[in-house]
């Protein structure tokens, strides 16, 4: 049966409020998108140009029970941007090629261009589906997907189903933000602080519930970076899945969910209807560099039991009050062990730092990630044998080739001072260790850090926290090419970001590019075959590869050069301080001259060798 959403006269919100319970069909789910700029002011602070769907923005709950086929219909009608869509924690199991992101596993789907995603869901639970390029999935193209589940263990107790989405929310667009993130006048990478927090797209959201009952709450992170905690005043929630993973109920006073994080939990509502209660989500403000007077970083809405009642303003946590629940502590439902001992472990070192130019990069490693001039995949499939080298895929895409089935386990040691939800493509993952603050780097001979739980929790984003490490486990039983990479966005335009080739000679035999994927890439002028420097002779010769910036001369630093610079201008103008901020006020022309000044100092060139051949040099984020 072909169920085609867009036209169908069925109500989504009826849609959602059978779906749980509905029968296993194996339906086709078809979705099409005409992707368009629209104006949009969910903050009723500022209308600004947003990306909807079919003329529309907020954008569609997507839904589908386990087992669907699901179609997505792309038309890129944005006029000015090419777009991709990812659909975050799928598994995307045998079709790699639908997993969307951009110069890893398609190329982008062109302005005027059409693309078509297919894919069958073999999972149930909340997750969600965004841009995956550019940057560009904050100027609004992201959106929940629900997958119900005949089977689902708590349906016995679940009366209603609510949805509701999370996001900081930004008045500029991403392509301007990006420049006045990564440039020389904001050297120590502080990111753009939002101007608002949305929930559910929106501020003041009313939520009519009746007395007596259980619902279940889904929860999303759809924003750009800012984590937050939420929480229902007067009530409770039990956990019941994170991340599409069911999990035994656990009790909750308050969560924090991590950008692209998801939570599933039971509310049981009072018997009373006397009180209406605030639902409040409060943006981590720890991650922001500054914190403006003027910004509301909680958003509020209300459990309304009775609509002639008021909606009463939230009460004022002090900060011991913020007792979130640690989601490590989590025992899946399936109750999976733990994983056997690793075949291969990745250990990758999370540096912030400048280049050359000054600008501020993310890095693991020694490595910023710069996208390859073929997807990632394409050269997976199209360099036979050499296809195991990891140098196919080029240095800067930072890919490691996994054995088909081997145990893969990752360790992330923070040596910033920032929080990072880690998320990877294609799995879930046991979150098998995570330390403290400040706990240094993972050290596999202290038999105390390596004593694991032996039902670890898992799900797809987790955080780790400032200066400490996390350890994660999988089994490479899913051949495709999976990016592993912080999900705050910025982070991932700076290059944190890594690539899991994994089984790629089985990858060969197995699966195939669809023809509308090979059209996309000729419409933008994208390679689609041969390494990463688009070489289809010598698959091991790298020489016209995308590389990023050139590093720093010895014994510089991009801050040293710059305190250096305005230090000298202060004294001149007989400043006192002269904040980095301050710099973003100068007048363009000395703000350009000051830089080309700084970048000769550095001794780099400018761009990236891929500047200015279209898609090639596309952030994948
Ligand atoms: C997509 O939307 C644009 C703008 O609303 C419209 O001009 C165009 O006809 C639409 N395309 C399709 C296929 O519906
Ligand atoms: C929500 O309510 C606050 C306080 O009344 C108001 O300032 C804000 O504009 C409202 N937001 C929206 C989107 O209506
Ligand atoms: C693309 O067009 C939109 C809508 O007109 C505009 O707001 C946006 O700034 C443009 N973006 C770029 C990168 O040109
Ligand atoms: C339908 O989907 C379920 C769940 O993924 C799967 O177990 C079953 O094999 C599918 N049935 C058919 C006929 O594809
Ligand atoms: C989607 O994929 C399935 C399985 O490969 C195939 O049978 C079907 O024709 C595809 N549908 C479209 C619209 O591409
Ligand atoms: C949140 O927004 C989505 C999409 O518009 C809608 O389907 C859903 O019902 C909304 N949730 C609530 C609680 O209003
Ligand atoms: C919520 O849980 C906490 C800790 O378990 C408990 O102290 C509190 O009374 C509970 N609140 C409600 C409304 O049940
Ligand atoms: C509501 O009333 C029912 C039936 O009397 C009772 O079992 C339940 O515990 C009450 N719930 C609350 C939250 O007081
Ligand atoms: C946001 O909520 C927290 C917790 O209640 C409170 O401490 C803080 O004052 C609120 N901030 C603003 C700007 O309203
Ligand atoms: C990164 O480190 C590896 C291993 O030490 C080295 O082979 C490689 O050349 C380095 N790459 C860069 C860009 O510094
Ligand atoms: C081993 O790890 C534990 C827990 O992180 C730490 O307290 C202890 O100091 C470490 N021991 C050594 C020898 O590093
Ligand atoms: C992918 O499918 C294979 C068999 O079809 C299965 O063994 C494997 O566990 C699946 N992997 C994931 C991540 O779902
Ligand atoms: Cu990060």
Redesign the pocket.
């Known amino acids: 049966m072909t169920l085609s959403l867009s036209h169908f006269p069925i109500s989504l919100a009826l849609l959602l409020a059978f779906a749980l319970f509905a029968e296993a069909a194996n339906k086709t789910v078809t979705y099409d998108f005409n992707i368009t700029w629209v104006n949009a002011n969910p903050d009723s602070a500022f209308e600004r140009p947003t990306i909807g769907i079919n003329g529309q923005w907020p954008l569609p709950v997507m839904t589908a029970e386990i087992g669907d086929q699901v179609i997505v219909n792309v038309d890129n009608q944005l006029g000015n941007q090419s777009t991709t869509l990812h659909f975050h924690g799928l598994y995307q199991n045998g079709t790699t090629a639908m997993d969307g992101p951009a110069q890893v596993s398609q190329c982008g789907i062109p302005a005027g261009s059409q693309f078509t995603y297919n894919f069958t869901v073999n999972q149930a639970g909340t997750y969600w589906y965004h841009s995956h390029i550019h940057g560009q999935y904050p100027d609004g193209l992201r959106g929940p997907f629900i997958i119900s589940d005949p089977d689902y263990p708590y349906k016995d107790q679940v009366d209603e189903e609510v949805v509701i989405s999370l996001s900081d929310w930004y008045h500029d667009e991403m392509a301007t933000l990006i420049p006045q993130f990564i440039n020389i006048a904001n050297p120590t990478g502080a990111e753009p602080v939002p101007d608002a927090a949305l929930m559910n797209d929106t501020q003041n959201l009313t939520v009519p519930v009746a007395p007596g009952k259980t619902y279940l709450f889904h929860f999303v992170n759809i924003g750009a970076f800012a984590g937050q905690y939420v929480w229902f005043e007067g009530h409770n929630m039990s956990i019941v899945e994170v991340d599409g993973v069911y999990t035994d109920e656990a009790e909750a006073e308050v969560i924090y969910i991590a950008a692209a994080q998801r939570y599933s939990v039971l509310l049981k509502t009072k018997n009373e209807t006397t009180t209406n209660y605030p639902i409040v989500a409060s943006m981590d403000t720890t991650l922001f560099d500054v914190l403006p007077a003027d910004l509301n970083y909680n958003s509020t809405g209300w459990l309304v039991y009775d609509s002639t009642n008021p909606n009463p303003d939230p009460t004022q946590l002090v900060d011991a009050e913020f007792n979130e629940f640690d989601d490590s502590t989590l025992i899946p439902f399936d109750k999976e062990p733990l994983l056997p001992d690793a075949d291969q472990i990745i250990t990758l070192d999370v540096i912030m730092d400048n280049l050359g130019n000054g600008k501020p990069y993310a890095f693991f490693k020694n490595i910023t990630y710069v996208s390859p001039k073929v997807p990632t995949l394409y050269t997976a499939m199209t360099t036979g044998e050499d296809a195991a080298n990891p140098l196919v895929y080029g240095e800067y895409s930072h890919s490691y080739v996994l054995a088909h089935n081997q145990i893969v386990e990752i360790v992330v040691n923070n040596l910033d001072t920032g929080k990072h939800p880690f998320h990877l493509h294609g799995h879930n993952f046991q979150a098998i260790a995570r330390?403290d603050e400040n706990?240094g780097s993972f050290?596999a001979t202290?038999s105390?850090?390596t004593v694991y739980p032996a039902i670890p929790m898992r799900r797809d984003t987790y955080v780790l926290y400032p200066q400490g490490y996390i350890v994660l486990r999988f089994r490479a039983d899913n051949p495709g090419v999976w990016l592993f990479h912080c999900h705050i966005e910025w982070h991932v335009d700076q290059g944190l970001v890594a690539t899991m080739v994994e089984a790629p000679l089985e990858l060969q035999k197995s699966q195939t590019i669809p023809q509308n994927h090979l059209d996309a890439c000729a419409a933008g002028n994208t390679p689609s075959s041969g390494n990463a420097a688009a070489n289809t002779v010598d698959f091991l010769d790298l020489t016209g590869a995308n590389v990023p910036p050139k590093p720093l001369p010895a014994g510089f630093t991009a801050r040293g050069i710059v305190a250096m610079t305005f230090s000298c201008i202060a004294a001149l103008l007989g400043l006192a301080t002269i904040t980095w901020y301050g710099l973003a006020d100068m007048g363009a022309a000395s703000k350009l001259e000051e830089e080309q000044r700084i970048a000769r100092m550095a001794g780099e060139d400018e761009v990236r060798s891929s500047e200015g051949s279209s898609d090639a040099a596309v952030k994948v984020g």
């Open positions: 330390s706990a050290d202290n105390t850090q």
